[in-house]
């Protein structure tokens, strides 16, 4: 059984930092590449940062809007993936998924989200 375990959101005045994190289980994380992507109200679930497997390199991406303010990053030994997110602006506030994009089993799996909340 997979299961991806999202923690550390929380609420924080804007300017400051959070870091999320997300325990895996169930997969092969170090061969799976994996995501963080964000839903606010009313819009769009959305990519905000991937990190491709050890195949890949560990190669990371990031959505323009968080480009410079956000940087993804894995641990493939505890099987955990983080978001350190500094600088963070009202805009930013939206529930946040991981995502697990296991290629070698054709499927991909999501978190229960976890809620980012920045007041100005």
């Known amino acids: 059984q997979v299961q991806l375990v999202e923690s550390g959101g929380g609420w924080v005045q804007a300017g400051g930092s959070l870091r999320l994190s997300c325990a895996a289980s169930?997969?092969?994380?170090?061969?799976?590449?994996m995501g963080w992507y964000r839903q606010a109200p009313g819009k769009q679930r959305e990519l905000v940062a991937r990190?491709?497997?050890?195949?890949?390199?560990?190669?990371?991406n990031y959505a323009d809007s968080v480009k410079g303010r956000f940087t993804i990053s894995r641990d493939n030994a505890k099987k955990t993936v983080y978001l350190q997110m500094n600088s963070l602006k009202p805009e930013d506030t939206a529930v946040y998924y991981c995502?697990?994009?296991?290629?070698?089993?054709?499927?991909?799996?999501w978190g229960q989200g976890t809620q980012v909340t920045v007041s100005s």
């Open positions: 995502n697990a994009d296991a290629r070698y089993l054709g499927r991909a799996y």
């Open positions: 169930g997969i092969i994380f170090s061969f799976t590449d």
């Open positions: 990190i491709t497997s050890i195949t890949g390199g560990g190669t990371t």
